[in-house]
């Protein structure tokens, strides 16, 4: 059973440019999660995709967006990236409907992501 | 709103001994999951053990026990018989106590943790 799968594992960018990370979900899996975490803080919550619907949304500027697709894979785009953006960008997989139990989200193992 | 507060940057243990994490949060809400995740050099996220708001005794999943103590807002993770494998990044994290499903986590600062031979 694979578990979550991220790509690339990691990746250098220069500023302005624009990077597309992909995710593909637990098997069983349908909804995708996507955290940023920057170098020694905690994971921020960026979006979450149920049915390929973009259903909550932290605080992130409208650079960063994402698609779902029909096999519950996801994408996170991140456009004219900043020297901020550099951090371990972390996607998470789960069942929808399952939020009230002890079923949390799974991880990959994260797009470690630098802007130059 | 809600908030998690680790206030250990960094905690060093002997193997073999216990060691306790500390992990305060705040909200409002009467409805909420409290979780632990451990984040080896390797950066992935590895889920340990979670406790429920209304869950009346506290959780424990092997080696890993969490001291939830409501009235205090604390839910500290309990390590015992550390091993050289449990050196790395302690989070707690809060399910946000929002409705809806799949609400999103919010995440404390972390803790280091070094076990030492």
């Known amino acids: 059973d694979a578990g979550v799968t991220q790509s690339p594992t990691h990746l250098i960018k220069t500023r302005g440019q624009q990077v597309t990370l992909r995710c593909s979900p637990k098997?069983?899996?349908?909804?995708v999660s996507w955290y940023q975490q920057a170098l020694g803080q905690g994971p921020q919550f960026i979006f979450q995709?149920?049915?390929?619907?973009?259903?909550q949304r932290g605080n992130f500027p409208d650079r960063f967006s994402g698609h779902q697709f029909p096999n519950y894979s996801s994408e996170l785009n991140v456009n004219a990236l900043l020297l901020g953006d550099s951090a371990l960008y972390l996607c998470?997989?789960?069942?929808?409907?399952?939020?009230?139990?002890?079923?949390?989200?799974?991880f990959g193992p994260g797009t470690r992501l630098t802007v130059t | 709103a809600q908030k998690i507060t680790q206030t250990q940057p960094g905690m060093f243990v002997q193997e073999k001994e216990a060691v306790t994490l500390d992990c305060t949060y705040d909200t409002s809400d009467p409805s909420y999951g409290l979780f632990w995740y451990k984040q080896p050099s390797s950066g992935e996220m590895i889920f340990l053990i979670y406790?429920?708001?209304?869950d009346q005794q506290n959780a424990t999943e092997g080696r890993y026990s969490l001291n939830f103590q409501k009235a205090r807002k604390s839910a500290n993770l309990v390590i015992s018989a550390s091993q050289l494998g449990d050196s790395a990044m302690y989070f707690c994290?809060?399910?946000?106590?929002?409705?809806?499903?799949?609400?999103?986590?919010?995440w404390g600062l972390g803790t280091s943790l070094a076990v030492n031979p």
């Open positions: 995709y149920y049915e390929e619907e973009e259903r």
């Open positions: 406790q429920g708001s209304y």
């Open positions: 098997s069983g899996h349908d909804t």
């Open positions: 994290a809060m399910r946000e106590a929002t409705a809806g499903n799949n609400r999103k986590l919010i």
């Open positions: 998470a997989s789960s069942l929808f409907g399952t939020s009230g139990s002890a079923l949390g989200q799974y």
